[in-house]
């Protein structure tokens, strides 16, 4: 409870300065704005799978199945968030450059690809049966993921020689202490909207879990 | 040293199984036959030389997942990876018997598929080579232990290719860019990390994704 509480009073303030305090991009003007939400969302999404696969060391590594719920939900934020990325970088490739989709931006491309990874997560964990067996496909799957992600970033990297040449850089202007100030709040607020996300789903999986025992036990009863 | 002969007896095992029956092989060669050809209609006659080195890639990859699609299917059907689980072997071995089977089977296939690239595009040259060489141990290395994963599921032959394709696109850059690219050193040595990375991740978890 706390927590959400925290989450909404940070994430209104950072949005709040965003809006209203953050001085405006001389290059880019008010559009420039999305990024203390997109790129919060972004870092967000990467402690999400960095959590989920922190999570599955430690089922693979200990035994314990709780680790198995933790593991599954983190990297769950991590796709709903990794999702927001997309989105919201697909808004800002439109506003700056007039496409929806571009290529040329090395991490939108890398979130696609976590996306088609992730994506195939759920695939992968709907369809094992139940029980410590899937818990550990599902870990080893989501230990892949995270090896994953610089792999790919290299790749995305190494296929602009020969794709073609990078057009657009956000390597502007250095970030100024206001704007770096106001990027820090919203991404503390995102993480704490996350971890909001995350244990809610969490106590509500548990619960979920806690109902079929009972139930069962009353039917074997 | 027995670890060795385990995992000698397993490849062994897998290839001896496909001269009996005869079933994988043939139709990985007739895929990438029919790929190569199906890619010769879909290229417009203007398109550049560079662009039948993609399809060369694609038509590899799509082979491997029909070749390694199947890889642990008899294996749960027929329940023999129970008894492979039961006998005293290392898990680990399970996994690199399967990845030196499937590199057999790559193997085989490019060899027709190479070739035939050649005649039907344009030549293939000897980076092009190495870097096919270097793919396939990766694709056998990722391959076997995402099948053994898929193989677990309801879904088997369906969740297979989801599982592998958005895993595999680093081979797909590295294999295309040691052709086009104007560095082709850098792109192998990449291919290179990609088999050193997700082969040492795949032998020290193997053994999770089948044990019960």
Redesign the interface.
């Known amino acids: 409870m706390s927590v959400a509480v925290a989450a909404a009073v940070v994430l209104v303030a950072g949005v709040a300065l965003a809006l209203l305090w953050a001085p405006e991009d001389d290059d880019q003007g008010p559009s420039q704005r999305i990024f203390y939400l997109h790129v919060p969302i972004a870092l967000t999404a990467y402690a999400g799978f960095g959590w989920g696969a922190w999570k599955a060391l430690r089922l693979?590594w200990t035994g314990g199945q709780r680790y198995d719920l933790e593991s599954y939900t983190a990297i769950h934020m991590g796709t709903i968030f990794g999702t927001l990325t997309l989105v919201t970088g697909s808004i800002w490739a439109r506003t700056s450059w007039g496409v929806w989709w571009s290529w040329g931006e090395r991490q939108l491309v890398l979130f696609l690809?976590?996306f088609?990874?992730y994506?195939?997560y759920f695939?992968?964990r709907f369809?094992?049966?139940d029980g410590p067996?899937r818990a550990?496909?599902s870990?080893?799957?989501a230990?892949?993921g995270v090896?994953?992600i610089p792999?790919?970033f290299?790749?995305?990297r190494?296929?602009e020689?020969?794709i073609h040449p990078v057009v657009f850089t956000r390597d502007g202007p250095q970030m100024s202490g206001d704007m770096f100030f106001t990027f820090c709040v919203c991404l503390a607020g995102m993480l704490l909207l996350a971890g909001t996300l995350y244990l809610n789903e969490l106590a509500g999986k548990r619960l979920d879990l806690r109902l079929r025992e009972l139930r069962e036990a009353l039917e074997l009863g | 040293m027995t670890y060795v002969r385990d995992v000698a007896a397993l490849a062994r095992k897998d290839l001896l199984l496909e001269l009996r029956a005869r079933e994988t092989l043939p139709a990985m060669l007739l895929f990438v036959l029919a790929t190569l050809v199906a890619f010769r209609f879909a290229l417009p006659a203007d398109a550049s030389e560079r662009a039948s080195v993609g399809l060369l890639w694609v038509a590899i990859l799509f082979t491997a997942l029909l070749g390694i699609t199947r890889a642990f299917i008899p294996e749960r059907e027929q329940r023999v990876l129970d008894g492979l689980v039961l006998a005293p072997v290392d898990r680990s071995a399970i996994w690199l018997g399967k990845v030196l089977a499937t590199l057999a089977f790559l193997g085989a296939a490019e060899l027709v598929a190479l070739p035939a690239f050649g005649l039907f595009f344009e030549g293939v040259t000897w980076n092009t080579v190495a870097a096919v060489v270097l793919a396939d141990v990766g694709i056998s290395a990722v391959g076997a232990i995402l099948a053994a994963m898929a193989a677990a599921g309801r879904a088997r032959e369906l969740l297979f290719p989801i599982l592998f394709l958005p895993l595999s696109l680093p081979i797909l850059v590295g294999g295309v860019g040691a052709a086009v690219g104007d560095d082709p050193a850098r792109y192998l040595a990449f291919l290179a990390l990609y088999d050193g990375v997700f082969a040492i991740l795949a032998w020290a978890s193997f053994e999770y994704v089948v044990t019960e």
């Open positions: 693979l690809i976590l088609l990874f994506a195939a695939m992968l369809s094992l049966p067996g550990r496909i870990a080893v799957y230990l892949f090896v994953l792999i790919s290299l790749a995305i190494l296929a020689n020969f």
